[in-house]
């Protein structure tokens, strides 16, 4: 299996930008589709954004597009999620999660989720 450790969250002001790093290790790192979720209180967690093994593909939920960037580095088993222009919505637990299927389904390994929240 693949363990992951989610860093850079933080508090920010609406307007600023914040890099999130997951760092992989354990299974190669370059057979999992890894993705961003995140969590608000009383709210399901959702995929904020996927990427493939090897990077030609992505996703993002609506609400981030434009906005946010995932990316990887298969030599330094790391995913990052940049995001730009943050708002108090995008507050939340952010976590990196680790698929063998595909950038949309089958996340079956996470990290431990790094706090993000967004003043207006």
């Known amino acids: 299996q693949v363990q992951l450790v989610d860093s850079g969250g933080g508090l920010v002001q609406a307007g600023d930008s914040l890099r999130l790093s997951c760092a992989a290790s354990g299974r190669t790192f370059s057979n999992y589709a890894m993705g961003w979720f995140r969590q608000a209180p009383g709210k399901e967690r959702e995929l904020v954004a996927g990427i493939n093994r090897s990077s030609s593909n992505t996703y993002y939920v609506d609400s981030v597009k434009g906005r946010f960037t995932i990316s990887r580095d298969n030599t330094k088993n790391t995913v990052y999620l940049q995001m730009n222009s943050l708002k108090p919505e995008d507050t939340a637990v952010y976590y990196c999660?680790?698929?063998?299927?595909?950038?949309?389904?089958?996340?079956?390994?996470w990290g431990q989720g790094t706090q993000v929240t967004v003043s207006s």
């Open positions: 999660a680790a698929s063998p299927l595909s950038l949309r389904l089958g996340y079956g390994y």
